[in-house]
């Protein structure tokens, strides 16, 4: 291997290792098991790849084997997974969602019928494990990666990619817009075992010497077939974006904050024409039909600050996203439709609720949004709050924010915060919404923190390594993974001691019920007393 | 100064200084005051005492001025701040916080005559700078710190108070329960212009060997007089874990996660006694009303796990904290509600509801909640999320949590990550909450943003030093401060920068309003192109 790509992050995840469960007709999902000290094991959703299986041999020049090679063989007739839906068929490519999910594979074909639910699988992006996007299912965090023309490398991005997966991306996007777009791109597509998404008007840009007056249809469109060539699994397109809008932001705080937006209201300001995105949507539709490439409804008038939520601007676009969305699904091609931004706490439900009744319940797809502007350096935070809120509403996809958000790039470790901080976003709204496997792992972590079991509770949580560095930075000494206590309350403060001793003489002196315990406590409590009944304290607050 | 203190943090933050607002009779409210580029300036609400006034001489051996020496000599008939309120009194305090607040001296008068808002300061703490808590009111934050028999010294838990104020916690709570709990608390309040809170039961264990079963009224009845004498501003009493309450947490996940709650529940079954909190209550009512000491009623049976949220135990509990809230208020003692803990996002509200029902609208002041279990290493962020939800939905006071909980005693960056969190969340429910002044600092923020007024936008964040240090990593030279682009998009790719050509355009143009520029774009786009409309964009996300 050469050394240019010695940076990529190989090996199970602390505490885990990769298994496999078996579905119908040959097919392999792939799952993360965290073995627990009492013997029993805890499954986990993986998004990681083949990176975590010490298995697999890693050879990032060659890239990722073709698991999906050959699955649509038995549906040249309905190419794209909303073709076969409609039709009845569950692919390949639901069976696997089905069991990743565990849920009925026909629950995954009914929710991509009706468009509530979309499978991003290019026909060229053979190496990607398949997962799905809608609000039925686990709600999925997207990572954003990608070069400018100021910094980073494509070694550095594939290595970004390998690293988000890691820690639970389930998408990528591809943002870049430095140099050597076209490559960065084909090694990190043929590495990924996740959907990768793009921004095509961003390569088209490049191509014009970022003049975006120079843009046009026939350029756009041959950008999107090479893209799509390579095996780009979704696409972000402005096409709400439209002449009349664009003065409907003259009067807001910040304007367009949207890349693809204000490129496409310069454009149209320039051309005082209607943006070609909408012009020649149809196209485009055909297009991405014949790759099964789903779009994700850009947007390009989004609030970038609280001031601007929600307004005339905002919601004009999203009507005609909606329009948009029933021509796509007219030519079968699978729709996501993104969001903000920057919205207030108070207005995130009602952008939830326009979009389900506008565009038909299509996917939402988020960036945050922030609930606040005024803590630049933390918007993971600003964000995840915000995150949570919409996806406990029906969000079905969030676009990680980082720490680096309005100030720079983000690096290594500032994916990694994006992704664990989505990734708590996420998990909570599941709870929130009910799902029926999300609140095992809770229960899992809760019960080893309760137990003293340490290291359950490091394997069991989303970052296995910073949990235990976190525990050792004050008790690093190898039998305090055993102890009966932490560092905050010490041995004789722990209130999960004295819970555990209650409960221990409950059931040793028959109190199993309510009643009985009631009953019983005025005779045993002498015995507790005598037995050294001593309160030893945890964990936090008061 | 001794060198031990050398650790302490003084000055002024980054890109402000500290200013006063002069009130009626005499009263100097402090605040900070964020000079901007353009020659304006923003003013915020300052916790951080002076200990950032560069005129201010610091000795932590003297502590403090007595700011409020002689406040209370015209009240002496009505010593409470709530017995002052019923009579229709608008004592300095309450002068003094309405300037805070920027509201009327009424206002804060009738909150606090109806319970639903609380000034804790207790007459022994004359160094404090009075401060409120209600929902009419800015949502405010707690901090916790205090030394374990584990770790730490005297010392670092001063510095901690100071680092914790620096960043705007509005109180900290001393949980010490190592050697040297007096000296600390001491130390402590005789240099904290903030309200200091503290849990007795703790102290009054160390007392009797850490034996709850040795414990007595008597002698916590004397550590609560001994607190009171020396200022502490408000105290957690676990007043409503009730002997029968005890066996409904047997088959809990998590049992008792409280210590304070863990304590009486042991002395309770080692009795087989009604809890001496519960019994003495009017006792205890007529202590702190001497000394009007506020009480935080705690919740000793909070769910320490998603498992267990809003289950029996808990709700119990806090119907018994509503009987003990008008006996208190009876007495002229100021009540705030301890709430939750661990609570999965769909049962935020509840809580909230149950205990404004319950408990006559006493302020509400909660432990996050942690929306979900599985992220030990990021609960400053699981419960950022739960805290901005139930500020939302009015509760008061949130009380931080860091990074370390659950894993050991949080450092110094530790409380600085836990107090900025949980400003984000304060500030994200009062947006939400349509807080008349909350906006403003958004708003400036997002206009220093979109004009590249890096330094304006550094100065305006809840952490300047953080924000500018995340923008010089990629681009650390002078002229990039007041360059029109950032890293993340380059020179050429900035929307915001699109979208100031636009407006530009607009404004010279005469196209002021939507009809105007939907007029005269098609005149006008011609111009647009031939002065070069090139794009270059921002900021993120697509």
Redesign the interface.
């Known amino acids: 291997m050469s050394t240019s790509f010695e940076q990529v992050t190989t090996g199970a995840i602390h505490g885990s290792s990769k298994a496999h469960v078996d579905g119908p007709d040959g097919i392999r999902v792939p799952i993360r098991r965290i073995a627990l000290s009492n013997g029993e094991h805890h499954d986990v959703y993986d998004t990681s790849g083949p990176y975590t299986d010490d298995d697999a041999r890693i050879d990032l020049r060659a890239g990722l084997p073709a698991l999906r090679a050959g699955w649509a063989g038995d549906r040249r007739e309905h190419v794209t997974q909303l073709a076969s839906a409609k039709a009845g068929e569950i692919t390949p490519e639901m069976r696997f969602v089905a069991v990743r999910e565990g849920c009925a594979a026909e629950l995954v074909r009914d929710e991509v019928a009706r468009g509530r639910a979309v499978i991003p699988v290019n026909v060229n992006h053979p190496e990607s494990e398949p997962m799905i996007i809608g609000k039925r299912f686990l709600t999925k965090v997207n990572a954003?990666i990608g070069n400018?023309?100021?910094?980073s490398s494509v070694e550095e991005e594939v290595d970004k990619m390998v690293w988000a997966i890691r820690w639970g991306a389930d998408t990528v996007?591809d943002?870049s817009?430095?140099r050597n777009i076209h490559g960065t791109r084909e090694r990190i597509l043929r590495n990924s075992p996740v959907p990768i998404g793009t921004?095509p008007i961003y390569q088209a840009?490049e191509k014009v010497g970022?003049?975006?007056?120079e843009l046009s249809w026939e350029l756009y469109r041959d950008t999107v077939i090479e893209q799509c060539e390579q095996g780009v699994d979704y696409m972000?397109v402005?096409a709400g974006v439209l002449?009349?809008y664009?003065?409907?932001?003259?009067k807001r705080?910040?304007?367009?904050?949207?890349?693809?937006?204000?490129?496409m209201?310069?454009w149209c300001?320039?051309?005082?024409a209607e943006s070609f995105l909408y012009t020649h949507f149809s196209e485009l539709c055909e297009i991405l039909r014949r790759y099964d490439v789903t779009f994700s409804l850009?947007d390009g008038l989004?609030p970038?600050?609280?001031?601007d939520a929600n307004d005339t601007a905002q919601l004009a676009e999203l009507e005609t996203l909606g329009e948009l969305t029933r021509i796509a699904r007219a030519h079968d091609v699978q729709v996501m439709i993104?969001g903000p931004?920057?919205v207030?706490?108070?207005k995130i439900v009602e952008n939830v609720r326009l979009e389900e009744q506008w565009c038909d319940e299509a996917p939402f797809y988020t960036?945050g949004p922030l609930?606040?502007?005024?803590?630049?350096?933390?918007d993971?935070?600003?964000s995840?709050?915000?995150a949570?809120?919409i996806a406990?509403a029906g969000t079905a996809m969030l676009?990680y924010?980082t720490?680096?958000?309005?100030?720079?790039?983000p690096?290594r470790d500032d994916v990694k915060t994006g992704v664990?901080?989505y990734?708590?976003?996420a998990?909570?709204?599941d709870?929130?919404?009910?799902h029926p496997h999300a609140?095992k792992?809770?229960?899992a972590?809760?019960?080893a923190?309760?137990e003293f079991r340490w290291r359950d509770?490091?394997a069991?949580?989303?970052?296995p390594d910073?949990?235990q560095?976190?525990?050792d930075?004050?008790?690093p000494a190898e039998p305090a993974k055993t102890a009966h206590f932490?560092?905050?309350?010490?041995?004789?403060?722990c209130?999960?001691k004295?819970?555990?001793?209650?409960?221990d003489?409950?059931e040793a002196n028959g109190?199993t019920s309510?009643e009985a315990?009631?009953a019983g406590?005025?005779e045993k409590?002498?015995e507790?007393?005598d037995e050294g009944?001593?309160?030893?304290?945890?964990?936090?607050?008061?």
Do not use: W
């Open positions: 954003n400018s023309a100021v910094t996007m943002l817009t430095g921004v840009l970022s003049d975006p007056a972000t402005h002449l009349r664009v003065p409907l932001t003259a705080l910040t304007g367009i904050v949207s890349r693809g937006g204000s490129i209201a310069a300001l320039a051309h005082h850009g989004r970038g600050s609280i001031s993104e931004g920057h207030p706490m108070d960036l609930t606040t502007d005024i803590a630049p350096g933390y993971h935070i600003t995840g709050i915000g949570a809120r406990e676009c924010v720490p680096k958000e309005h100030l720079g790039l690096n664990i901080t990734k708590i976003a998990h909570a709204a709870l929130a919404k009910g609140q792992r809770d229960d972590l809760s019960q923190r309760f509770q490091f069991l949580s989303l970052d910073t949990a560095a976190f525990h930075e004050t008790l932490c560092s905050m309350c010490g041995p004789r403060f209130s999960m004295i819970t555990q001793d209650v409960r003489y409950a109190l309510v315990i009631e406590m005025a409590s002498g507790f007393r009944g001593r309160v030893d304290l945890p964990i936090s607050g008061s």
